[in-house]
């Protein structure tokens, strides 16, 4: 995926605020990822490694501007 405009829901902010992940980091995994798959509703799961921590990014399945449902390491 491109650069691209995102989202957040409430909950996605809360994890990242927990596990001190950044908007900058957010968008460099939607922008960078080197794997992707879906889970059961169909949502994208995107992995990637900024500055080489793995953290997993969950979008919205045909959102746009995508929205960012939640954030893991």
């Not at 921590?53 to 893991?72: H, Y």
């Amino acid at each position: 995926m491109e650069q691209a405009e995102l989202r957040f829901t409430h909950h996605a902010q809360l994890r990242m605020q927990q596990r001190k992940i950044s908007r900058a980091e957010v968008e460099d995994v939607v922008s960078n990822y080197h794997t992707s798959y879906t889970d059961r509703g169909g949502n994208p799961i995107l992995i990637g490694h900024p500055g080489g921590r793995r953290i997993k990014v969950v979008v919205k399945k045909g959102s746009s501007p995508l929205l960012v449902i939640t954030v893991g390491d």
